[in-house]
DNA sequence: TAGATCACTTGTAATCTGCAAGTGAAATGT
DNA sequence: ACATTTCACTTGCAGATTACAAGTGATCTA
């Protein structure tokens, strides 16, 4: 369900690089490919990971979020960033940071923030 | 790295379900094709997350462990497990009633067993 | 109202995967 | 000693999946 390249990487934007639209993704990513994108957000959105509602300040946009069983996600992604800062090389140090200094402050943080609909 | 059907299965297996050989993957899961499995294998020990000793008791047989890499994927695993029971509908009730209970030692369970060689 | 932007869709070629059948080395049975 | 079986893979090939380029229609902007 999750066992493909993209899911994850579009989820951990959602919850943590603040991304909401099919283009935020798509410029992202090197390499993604339009329909590959576009079905990748369907199948999340089927399994009740994401949701998707119509921009109401431009209508050719929908606006991307996490759902209660995508934010259950964070732990995970807490979990993998942290992995993947010390065995490989990533970037984002401070967040990296900010999760070791105290995990469970960070994921409260993250629930907070989709909790008052941001 | 990390991101395809079957990677993440493999390394589950090797430190939750105590699978060592290339002939308990393959008859475990329903549907890997055993070029794929290989191929796997070989991957994640490219990647340093698993190792590979031949058999001292058995010339033809490989026995695969997790890397200390490999070993720091467990509070990944962990969470996923969790978010899995929450979300999805999984057996193993026992193992997460574990892992709720106390995480932490759990997970020092984990690491004592693969610090004692097993 | 012409052109740009947006979120996709479509077509096609390349890549990857799944399955069946094989391979060689090592163990087992007689 | 020799045939058979087991083991961990490899190989060949058809079908599925993916990447890339080029649209498409609705909406916004100048």
Redesign the interface.
């Known amino acids: ?1 999750l ?4 899911s ?1 990487l579009i989820i951990r934007d959602l919850m943590l690089r603040g991304f909401r639209t099919y283009k935020e993704f798509l410029g992202c990513y090197e390499g993604i490919a339009t329909n590959i994108l576009a079905d990748r957000l369907q199948k999340l959105t089927a399994h009740g990971i994401i949701g998707a509602q119509p921009d109401p300040e431009d209508g050719r946009k929908w606006i991307y979020s996490l759902t209660a ?1 995508g934010i ?2 964070a ?2 992604l ?3 960033v ?2 993947a800062a ?3 090389d990533t970037g984002n140090q401070a967040l990296v940071q900010e999760m070791k200094k105290d995990k469970q402050k960070f994921l409260a943080a993250i629930r907070q923030r989709w909790a008052e609909g941001k």
């Open positions: 369900m066992g493909d390249r993209w994850l069983k259950d996600l732990p995970v807490t979990e993998m942290l992995w010390a065995h490989e």
